[in-house]
């Protein structure tokens, strides 16, 4: 299988696109397997934290697969390519449950796609980014879209406009990623974030996720309102009372009753 799931006892679903031999580019079979992988995760009983990554370590995803299309018929078949790109990335942003991506060498345009629609990215130091698509008469589109809301208009035009690369350092300046992890702790990383989510109550985690998603779309005055709903909605099950109270013992116990 390109693209493999895997559970564990905590509750982190760890995604893999596996195709390490052509650096995990994402061809037809693999952009729908990765769609599929991602919404079976994000309802697996017990999951709370999907970490998406790429086989082995010289690339998180280096791209769509050239090879793919090169061979494309013409405008027809490159739509219908492209949409799933996007659909897979769609996959991602609409998952209920929080995704990381964990980056580890190229992450290449419909990789850096991929990257973008995750909710939080930890790189490695090894890691290099870039949207090489006008290199190769193309533009670069869909979830690129939401490059600027990342690292602002000017740095995603030198990405897509120039075709640079960059490493994972200036990533981390603009904005790109959360964090740089040094070589041998990346995993480490990725579990204290997974770790500090699964600490958290799983209702507020989906509730906040879906809200944050309904902000990129509103004005400010809506995306307030929304909040209230939300807040409001919280209330309906007993995870709030229930952390609350804990909460509450824990203080009283610092402090001696």
């Not at 905590?10 to 037809?28: E, I, M, P, Q, Y």
């Amino acid at each position: 299988m390109a693209v493999l799931v895997e559970q564990d006892a905590r509750g982190v679903a760890t995604v893999t696109v596996d195709r390490a031999a052509k650096l995990n580019a994402l061809d037809s079979p693999t952009l729908e397997a990765l769609a599929d992988a991602v919404r079976r995760a994000a309802g697996a009983p017990g999951a709370r934290v999907i970490v998406l990554r790429g086989a082995g370590e010289r690339a998180f995803i280096g791209g769509a697969d050239v090879n793919e299309m090169a061979a494309l018929a013409g405008p027809a078949a490159a739509r219908a390519f492209i949409t799933r790109v996007h659909l897979a990335c769609d996959a991602i942003r609409r998952a209920k449950l929080p995704v990381i991506a964990r980056i580890a060498g190229y992450v290449l345009g419909a990789g850096l796609e991929v990257a973008a629609s995750c909710d939080l990215r930890v790189a490695d130091r090894s890691a290099r980014f870039g949207m090489p698509e006008v290199r190769i008469g193309l533009p670069s589109v869909v979830e690129a879209a939401l490059l600027p809301r990342l690292i602002g208009w000017g740095r995603t035009n030198r990405l897509l406009l120039t075709g640079e690369t960059i490493d994972a350092a200036e990533a981390l300046a603009w904005g790109l990623v959360e964090e740089v992890a040094e070589p041998g702790a990346l995993d480490a990383a990725i579990w204290r974030l997974a770790d500090a989510i699964i600490a958290s109550g799983p209702e507020a985690v989906r509730l906040q996720k879906r809200l944050i998603g309904e902000w990129e779309q509103l004005p400010l005055d809506q995306a307030v309102q929304k909040g209230i709903d939300c807040f409001e909605e919280a209330w309906r099950s007993e995870e709030p009372r229930r952390m609350l109270a804990a909460h509450q013992a824990a203080l009283r116990a610092r402090r001696g009753g």
